[in-house]
């Protein structure tokens, strides 16, 4: 059975903090995703990884940083937390070969709450 | 760019009937991938279904159904026999039919909240 894990499903911190999320996937694929999401917004994404050590921005990546030393975890990364980045956060993954059957696998979510 | 429409931010079926969610997108591209996905409350995101845009054939996995119209960019998600479980937040999405880098993301719409309705 397929698997994506994302280290917590609730977090709170505070103003300024440095936040880390990590995802990870047991399914050895290539592509990683990071999604904010919400209401009324839908998905937005924030950074991808097409390869270890590969990132490149997605649409929304001010105030976000990621790593991605291993192919099978990618992190993601708020350096200064503020209260406009609480949301939920969804990681993904999907392999190159097989992207375009089997769309993207999804992690349970991340809420984060910056107070 | 690329982008994709939900107008119905909220829908409401009775149990057992039939509901249609509505999905317009915008693209110059003849090859591209489509996806309902559904979020139940509180739950991991599923892939509902998809459709290959060179397929004329509507998908179809068990109550769940598309009406893919590609001249108008539409692509409509159908559920049969509507049960409790059906309930959630559903999203298009779209990818594009290339490959490699930024064209393996996905395109959300805002997403349409179903109730179902005992």
């Known amino acids: 059975d397929v698997k994506v894990t994302q280290s917590s499903r609730y977090l709170v911190k505070r103003t300024g903090e440095k936040v880390f999320l990590e995802c990870v996937q047991d399914?050895?694929?290539?592509?990683m995703f990071w999604y904010r999401q919400d209401p009324g917004l839908g998905l937005r994404l924030i950074y991808f990884?097409?390869?270890?050590?590969?990132?490149e921005k997605g649409d929304i990546p001010e105030g976000y940083s990621v790593s991605r030393e291993k192919k099978e975890r990618f992190s993601l990364i708020l350096e200064s937390a503020s209260t406009n980045q609480t949301s939920m956060y969804l990681c993904?993954?999907?392999?190159?070969?097989?992207?375009?059957?089997?769309?993207?696998?999804f992690g349970p979510g991340t809420r984060l709450t910056v107070l | 760019a690329q982008t994709v429409t939900q107008s119905q931010p909220e829908m409401s079926v009775q149990e057992a009937e039939t509901v249609t969610l509505s999905c317009t997108y915008d693209?110059?591209?003849?090859?591209?991938?489509l996806f309902w996905y559904k979020q139940p409350p509180s739950r991991q995101m599923i892939l509902v279904i998809r459709?290959?845009?060179?397929?004329?054939q509507n998908a179809t996995e068990n109550r769940f159904s598309v009406n893919f119209q590609k001249a108008a960019k539409s692509f409509s998600l159908k559920i049969s026999d509507s049960q409790l479980g059906d309930a959630a937040m559903y999203f298009c999405?779209?990818?594009?039919?290339?490959?490699?880098?930024?064209?393996?993301?996905?395109?959300f719409g805002t997403g349409t909240l179903l109730a179902v309705q005992p």
């Open positions: 993904a993954s999907t392999s190159f070969t097989s992207g375009s059957y089997e769309g993207q696998f």
């Open positions: 399914m050895d694929h290539e592509n």
């Open positions: 990884s097409y390869d270890v050590k590969m990132k």
């Open positions: 693209t110059s591209e003849s090859d591209y991938y």
């Open positions: 459709q290959e845009a060179y397929k004329q």
């Open positions: 999405a779209y990818r594009s039919g290339n490959y490699g880098g930024a064209t393996n993301k996905l395109i």
